[in-house]
């Protein structure tokens, strides 16, 4: 028998599944193309450090995003109602659907910065957003799949 309060669970599952996948990918963004290959900041409309202030800025909120979800994860194993392949296509949806809105609103709309400064930054966009794509593709089939079906895979 099903206690009722599990009824929440499928969504407490996917949405600490997408509160650590962008915290994740906030995570990957920052420390690889930001710290590690200096191809740009948060913001590089101004100096370098207030470029190095913005990226602290999104660094922290990668890490909230990062934290919340796996104390969301946690209360679900404590629970013992963790649902693994949902929890996973949560992640891939929030990874691929903060990818995305980096890609597009970020990037080309509100021109914080682009991905690499290049003459020709047209292959950087497109690996860029149809990789964010195939995660949310992936994610959203997961979670369809995951979405009818009361048990949970500990």
Do not use: C
Not at 99 to 120: A, F, P, S, T
Not at 124 to 143: C, E, K, M, P, R
Request: no cysteine; aromatic share 18%.
């Amino acid at each position: 028998m099903i206690d009722k309060n599990q009824i929440h669970y499928p969504a407490r599952n996917l949405w600490s599944g997408f509160l650590f996948g962008v915290g994740f990918v906030a995570f990957f963004d920052e420390t690889v193309f930001h710290q590690l290959l200096h191809w740009h900041h948060f913001y590089d409309k101004s100096t370098t450090n207030a470029g190095l202030v913005s990226d602290g800025f999104f660094h922290a909120f990668s890490w909230f995003a990062t934290v919340g979800g796996l104390f969301l994860f946690a209360d679900l194993r404590r629970r013992n109602a963790l649902w693994l392949k949902r929890w996973f296509g949560g992640l891939l949806l929030g990874a691929g659907l903060f990818q995305l809105y980096d890609g597009i609103i970020q990037h080309k709309l509100m021109r914080l910065h682009q991905i690499r400064y290049v003459e020709n930054v047209l292959l950087y966009d497109l690996i860029w957003n149809i990789s964010a794509v195939l995660l949310i593709t992936i994610g959203a089939f997961i979670v369809i799949r995951t979405r009818k079906g009361d048990s949970y895979e500990h």
